[in-house]
């Protein structure tokens, strides 16, 4: 029996990176799970690689007919919903004067609105399911001032204030669904190494020269988190934010050792 057996899971932005190790470390642990992206070659093919009764699902996270088609397959499929992981995102690089409007609210309307919609469809489904776990996907821009990270420190912070709002909504109505953030520094994958080489699309092998930094941790350790929160042993785990960032957002103190 896996850690998450018999349950249903959607996971956004399945098609690469973290959400690709969240599909494919909660299908190995016994859970049923969707994958959804807008990315419909890649995301296939990590359906098929997983194997079992794993599915690909078209879903723009920005969209709302998007959203409502996927929860209702859901339910039609598999009977129930348990889990969600918002976790599709984009990252930009720009100061607040650097940024401009329409970046702005493209980034937030992928990382914030997205999320918004999610939360907003999945919760009446794992209403019907007997209660659930909903996992975001925020970032230690959340917490930390990154100049260079205006529009997407805005959009994190967003899901940090949203997350504690969903868990205070479902904890008044009392049904059982849980709903924590998760805050990584960087991690190595194709969001990042497109950052760092200025390409749209990177390779395999970019993507494995970023563990030079020596710096970044695997998807699969934000996997492992996701796996937690997914999971019954977080069951009194709900508002939370779940810092994975060896300490980077601790400010040295002023007095101390050297
Ligand atoms: N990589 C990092 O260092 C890091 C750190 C902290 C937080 N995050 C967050 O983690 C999440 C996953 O990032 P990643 O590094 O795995 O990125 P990634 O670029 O490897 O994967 C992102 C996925 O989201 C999908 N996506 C983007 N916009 C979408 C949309 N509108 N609808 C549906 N799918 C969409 C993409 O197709 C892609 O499959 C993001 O929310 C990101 O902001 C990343």
Request: glycine share 10%; proline share 3%.
């Amino acid at each position: 029996m896996g850690r998450v057996a018999g349950k249903v899971a959607i996971v956004t932005g399945a098609a690469s990176g973290m959400g690709k190790a969240d599909a494919q470390l909660l299908a190995k642990e016994g859970a049923l799970v969707v994958l959804a992206d807008f990315n419909d070659e890649e995301g296939e093919a990590v359906a098929r690689e997983i194997g079992g009764e794993a599915i690909y699902l078209h879903l723009d996270v920005t969209c709302e007919d998007n959203w409502t088609s996927v929860i209702a397959q859901t339910m039609e499929t598999f009977g129930r919903l348990d889990i969600l992981i918002n976790n599709a995102g984009l990252m930009t690089l720009g100061s607040v004067v650097d940024t401009d409007l329409a970046a702005y609210r493209k980034i937030n309307s992928v990382n914030n609105e997205g999320v918004f919609l999610g939360c907003k469809h999945a919760i009446p489904a794992m209403t019907q399911s007997g209660g659930g776990s909903i996992i975001n996907m925020s970032s230690v821009a959340a917490m930390l001032g990154m100049s260079f990270f205006a529009a997407y420190s805005a959009s994190k912070g967003a899901v940090r204030a949203l997350t504690k709002s969903v868990a205070m909504h479902c904890k008044e109505q009392g049904n059982g669904i849980r709903c924590n953030s998760i805050h990584p520094d960087g991690v190595k994958t194709p969001m990042v190494a497109k950052v760092a080489t200025g390409k749209d699309a990177v390779t395999d092998a970019e993507v494995e020269k970023l563990g030079e930094l020596g710096s970044l941790c695997e998807p699969m350790d934000v996997a492992n988190m996701v796996l937690f929160l997914a999971s019954d042993e977080s069951s009194f785990v709900t508002g939370a934010e779940m810092l994975i960032d060896n300490a980077s957002t601790i400010t040295p103190p002023i007095i101390g050792p050297n």
